[in-house]
């Protein structure tokens, strides 16, 4: 069973910017499309981005512009470049595949705040 885990969260001022990580246990982003989540207090988890298999991106509109994802094949990693973060953002970030089919990891905080 593949394990996820996400990292590079924290605390950042409005306008500031975190980069995340998603590392696999194995190699699934070539062959798999998947996800960043978040899920804020008191809210449901919601998608964020997505990366195809073949490296399509597409993004939710309230992060479009400002949230950059990308995958390093080698590395078994994903990244999200978060910049211009706003309070909104905060949220505990998660990564999955598109169907949310994978074992959740622990996620990492992110705090946006002043």
């Known amino acids: 069973q593949v394990r996820l885990v996400e990292s590079g969260g924290g605390l950042m001022q409005p306008g500031g910017s975190l980069r995340l990580s998603c590392t696999a246990s194995?190699?699934?982003?070539?062959?798999?499309?998947m996800a960043w989540y978040r899920q804020a207090p008191g809210k449901q988890r919601e998608l964020v981005a997505r990366i195809t298999g073949g490296g399509a991106t597409s993004y939710a509109t309230s992060v479009k512009g400002r949230f950059t994802v990308s995958r390093d094949v080698a590395k078994n990693t994903m990244y999200l470049q978060m910049n211009s973060l706003k309070s909104e953002d905060t949220a505990v970030y998660y990564c999955?595949?598109?169907?949310?089919?994978?074992?959740w990891g622990q996620g990492t905080q992110v705090t946006v705040s002043s």
């Open positions: 194995g190699s699934i982003f070539s062959s798999k499309s």
């Open positions: 999955n595949d598109l169907l949310a089919s994978l074992p």
